[in-house]
């Protein structure tokens, strides 16, 4: 037994002696210098055995800017590692003391007293709710916003502070993907995995709730993408919807009124329904030819979209900007080496205006070779007037299994390693890679990010993994993919919250809501451009 608790002493040793920071700045790709010795540049992780109390000097500097000088020190953070080790053997204790998770430096233009900021989320209070990981924005109703959580709608006022809890049956517990306000009422739209059903609960203005089935709808299982996770998709300016399943399309009304059902030649991969009531499907034949399906009241309209790799495309998606009337079909090309998991190579945008389908245009682009990878995700095409952005985002699925004497248990955890942008409307295209590495067996909605096109400036909101804590990071880009600024945020450590990028909500007037869950207790943050 002496031997044994030596030997985990001495293991907890080795762990604890040696402690990682994260160095940051507002303004990344920044010098960092260490002790006067240059390390990298920002975000940097700095790793080193230094024991308690040790104190280092940190330079960051970057060409436009002030320099800032500060420390890190070895007090900053209690080790719990070496704490717990020095009980069994002393010298851990040396240890005890260690630096924080992270530091974020905020520097200011040569000539400016005010540092730059990427801080565009507006964070609520956090209240108490059902535990669980389900929770959605419904909208407004009498001046608050409303959110639903299993059996629970929470009403929290415009400044983000939480007004009331009213709890509902305790029966209603599916998987909630969607909600909205209409005629009154406060919808919510579950999924039954069970059944591969939509359902939709009905609750009036006092609170008496009706379910009904709606039909069964496409799902995608292994995928952290709620866009492409299910047949369903809803035009947050009317509420109308659309269900889809294999070759069989449904539209409905925002009583959840079934106004009419299409059948088309082949397996539907996307749908979205216009403001206009216009409907657009991207579908694929056995082939792997890609078709754009144009329903626009009874007039249907059938355009060719001819891959370039019939047998070796990946993840296509449908993404429609009815602002500036452009429509893209993005995808994968694959190649195969040595008979292993095919490679992503290229990525193949289709563009063409919703005024003319005909007219359809392809770009083809190389992926760098270390963007170039299988695990890739297909986020869709952010756009505006003068750019079209490739949203990438590389996601995996890790598979443990333990054996012991009576039986054996499969666990899974879905990994995240980066996201790629690619503007490929620039004359040269321009691709950039942001880290962000993040794991979860448990929490899986963290792992994916959102991304927003605004005034010529690209926002990403993911987390990152930092000394296995989860930390939001809020990136800013210019359209030529240059950083502009970034910050990064401890949501734990500030509201015992973990965050949820693709949990987001549009509101009626068009901003975008976030929401944060952790255990039992949901809050939420609102995006302000």
């Not at 507002?26 to 940097?44: A, D, H, R």
């Not at 407004?140 to 299993?150: M, R």
């Not at 999924?191 to 591969?196: I, L, Q, S, Y």
């Not at 996307?270 to 890609?290: H, M, P, S």
Request: with cysteine.
């Amino acid at each position: 037994m002496k031997t044994h608790t030596i030997f985990l002493a001495a293991v907890l040793l080795l762990n604890s002696c040696a402690t990682t920071t994260l160095i940051t700045s507002n303004v990344p790709e920044s010098k960092v210098y260490i002790g006067g010795k240059y390390k990298g540049v920002t975000p940097y992780y700095h790793k080193d055995k230094l024991p308690t109390g040790a104190r280092r000097k940190v330079e960051i500097q970057k060409e436009g800017y002030e320099t800032v000088n500060s420390k890190i020190s070895k007090f900053d953070r209690v080790n719990g590692m070496a704490v717990f080790a020095g009980f069994v053997v002393i010298a851990p204790f040396l240890w005890s003391g260690t630096y924080e998770h992270y530091y974020q430096f905020n520097l200011t233009h040569v000539g400016e007293s005010k540092p730059l900021k990427s801080e565009y989320l507006e964070y609520g209070e956090a209240f108490i709710t059902s535990k669980g990981y389900f929770s959605i924005y419904l909208g407004e109703d009498n001046g608050s916003y409303v959110l639903f959580n299993q059996n629970k709608l929470h009403y929290i006022n415009k400044d983000l502070s939480f007004k009331e809890t009213v709890k509902l049956d305790d029966k209603f517990r599916n998987v909630s993907i969607d909600g909205f306000i209409a005629n009154g009422n406060k919808n919510v739209v579950q999924f039954d995995k069970a059944n591969n059903e939509l359902h939709i609960l009905t609750i009036n203005s006092s609170n008496k709730v009706s379910e009904r089935t709606i039909q069964k709808i496409q799902y995608n299982d292994g995928l952290v993408d709620k866009e492409m996770t299910y047949g369903y998709r809803r035009n947050s300016s009317t509420n109308n919807f659309v269900c889809y399943s294999d070759n069989l399309l449904s539209i409905y009304n925002s009583s959840a009124k079934k106004i009419d059902t299409y059948t088309t030649d082949n397996f539907i991969i996307e749908a979205e329904i216009l403001t206009d009531n216009r409907i657009v499907i991207l579908e694929v034949n056995k082939q792997g030819e890609f078709f754009i399906v144009d329903i626009n009241n009874d007039d249907l309209n059938k355009f060719n979209v001819q891959s370039a790799d019939k047998l070796n495309w990946s993840f296509p998606r449908l993404s429609i900007n009815e602002a500036t009337g452009k429509i893209y079909v993005s995808m994968f090309i694959k190649k195969n080496k040595n008979n292993k998991i095919a490679s992503i190579v290229e990525a193949n945008v289709y563009s063409a205006k919703l005024s003319d389908l005909s007219g359809i245009s392809l770009k083809k682009i190389k992926l760098n070779e270390s963007n170039s990878n299988k695990y890739m995700i297909n986020r869709g095409v952010l756009s505006d007037e003068q750019n079209g952005i490739l949203c990438i985002e590389r996601q995996w699925i890790v598979e443990t299994t333990m054996t012991s004497a009576s039986s054996s248990s499969t666990s899974q955890k879905m990994v995240t390693g980066s996201i790629t942008l690619i503007n490929f409307t620039k004359e040269k295209v321009v691709q950039k890679t942001l880290r962000k590495a993040t794991s979860s067996s448990v929490h899986i909605p963290k792992l994916s990010s959102s991304f927003f096109l605004n005034d010529g400036k690209i926002y990403c909101i993911y987390n990152t993994q930092v000394n296995a804590r989860t930390f939001l990071t809020e990136s800013v880009l210019d359209t030529d993919l240059n950083y502009l600024t970034v910050n990064y945020r401890d949501n734990y450590k500030e509201d015992k919250l973990i965050f949820h990028p693709s949990t987001s909500f549009e509101t009626e007037n068009g901003e975008t809501i976030f929401l944060m869950q952790y255990s039992t207790r949901l809050g939420l943050a609102k995006v302000k451009f």
